[in-house]
């Protein structure tokens, strides 16, 4: 069964850290394009950052880069999204989600999701 489910998610301070993992059952991490999306309340979900599959590319948003890290880890078969300096503008549920194939395509075409994660970044 092709599934993917995130954790990781919480109330952190603005300035705090937090690492969202993304483990994947039923394929191979590696050989698919792996990204993040977020959904802030009243907002559309927007593409955040994206690993390519069968290598090490990876592509941020604006409003992440220098901030988050994606990685991969495929003995785990589980993508991350290391968050550091948190802003109140990052409070949304956090989505992971498979590419069609290895590229990231501009965050378009996405076809399996995660249920998502809150992260709540309040003081």
């Known amino acids: 069964q092709l599934q993917l489910v995130e954790s990781g998610g919480g109330l952190v301070q603005p300035g705090g850290s937090l690492r969202l993992s993304c483990v994947v059952s039923?394929?191979?991490?590696?050989?698919?394009?792996i990204a993040w999306f977020r959904q802030a309340s009243g907002k559309e979900r927007e593409g955040i950052s994206c690993?390519?599959?069968?290598?090490?590319?990876?592509y941020y948003h604006d409003s992440v880069k220098e901030r988050f890290t994606i990685s991969r880890d495929n003995a785990k078969n589980t993508v991350y999204l290391q968050m550091n300096n948190l802003k109140l503008e990052d409070t949304a549920v956090y989505y992971c989600?498979?590419?069609?194939?290895?590229?990231?395509?501009?965050?378009?075409?996405?076809?399996?999701w995660g249920p998502g994660t809150q992260v709540t970044v309040s003081s």
């Open positions: 989600a498979r590419m069609p194939d290895r590229r990231c395509g501009n965050y378009n075409g996405a076809d399996y």
């Open positions: 039923g394929f191979t991490v590696d050989y698919y394009g």
């Open positions: 690993i390519r599959g069968g290598g090490w590319s990876t």
